[in-house]
């Protein structure tokens, strides 16, 4: 089992946020971009946070969303839709959309907006 796993949601998420705010974009925005993928909302993330959820009770209280599978590319040198752990590829689904973020990605893609 990988230590990240076990790793608090809440000690990652200030680094999360100071990569987004120092390329220009918005505490709001991360936490749009997470409730996105996770299904949570304002208070329900700030709950996992304050409770100190693993990445594994994180994510194994998400709704992730149906169009997850949408994100694609890589992270740490692993193509995400190449990653056979169910719990790894969320974790790098996160990271990936906190890529894109803080690369300037318009909102619309990095939400897997689809025309109807």
Same mark, same amino acid.
């Given at each position: ?8 949601? %809440?000690?990652?998420?200030? @680094? ?11 505490? #709001?925005? &991360?936490? +749009? ?10 208070? %329900?993330?700030?709950?996992? @946070? ?11 209280? #998400?709704? &992730?969303? +149906? ?32 890529? +894109? ?16």
């Amino acid at each position: 089992m990988s230590r990240i796993f076990t790793t608090a949601v %809440a000690s990652v998420y200030p @680094l999360y946020l100071a990569k987004v705010e120092r390329k220009g974009r918005t505490k #709001a925005e &991360l936490d +749009e971009v997470i409730g996105w993928l996770t299904g949570y909302d304002e208070a %329900a993330l700030e709950t996992r @946070l304050q409770s100190g959820a693993t990445f594994e009770d994180f994510f194994a209280d #998400a709704r &992730l969303n +149906e169009n997850a599978p949408l994100i694609t590319g890589s992270i740490c040198g692993v193509r995400v839709e190449t990653i056979d752990d169910p719990l790894m590829q969320k974790i790098r689904y996160l990271d990936k959309l906190v890529d +894109e973020l803080a690369k300037g990605k318009p909102m619309e893609k990095i939400l897997r907006v689809t025309a109807a």
